[in-house]
């Protein structure tokens, strides 16, 4: 399972999550304390907002603990929104472009879980993308496919509504196919302005999620585990939780996928036999 860290609030570096903290997300890459395995060693990546609208980002299939690059742009790096990730790979190749954060326009993505019977459901996955999506397909994970369909269906519009349709879209899928449903989904994701995080399973156990204030002022973090030894500061996210971080302060509320068996969606798309 992958470690990751994602924050939003007054402008902050990076290295208030990556590196500096006691628990900090690099010390998770080898030495993670909440997690099946405690080595995310497949990968790094980071991602942050600026000036512009769409983000920044630097990935390698370096560990984390091993790039000395990682550690120089975190000292150096402000961001009001930033998102960083350690991978441990359950599925794709060890490659920059199978390495989180994902990033289509100005939306970010990073994902910790899998989908059971991938290489099954992922040709149909594939073939409910418009052909922009389509061929933005670079690597081969199931998290860069996931993150696809949720743009595919109305990540711009309506966030947690889109991963609601995705992963619905997936369960019901699978169902077809293989007669069993199985998704482990924490992840986090932003259009530059808000910041997103869902933790779900369909077997009610989805891989962990915390949150905690940071900063002097409106700062929040979300995280896969505490990164000190604070507990008291840390709030564990309920599994079937949507976490929506914006100027306003932090929305916690429910989180069920939209079923979603043999039928249409939008344009009549129809899951395939």
Known sequence: M???????????????????????????????????????GDGFGIAWYGDRSEPGRYRDILPAWSDCNLKSLARQIRSPLFLAHVRASTGGGTRRDNCHPFVHGDWSFMHNGQISDFDRLRRPMEAMLDDELFHARSGTTDSELLFLLALQFGLAENPVRAIKETIGFVEGLAEHLTGKALVRFTAAFSNGKSLYAIRYATDRKAPTLYAAPLGKGSGYCIVSEPLNDDVDAWTEVPDGSAVVVH???????????????????????????
């Open 2 to 40: 992958c470690r990751w860290a994602a924050y939003r609030g007054d402008p902050l570096y990076l290295e208030e999550l990556v590196s500096s903290p006691a628990h900090s997300l690099i010390e998770q890459s080898h030495c993670a304390t909440r997690a099946k395995t405690a080595t995310n």
């Open 247 to 273: 100027q306003d302060g932090v929305e916690v509320t429910p989180f069920l996928p939209e079923e979603r068996s043999k039928g249409t969606h939008k344009g009549a798309i129809v899951i395939p036999a």
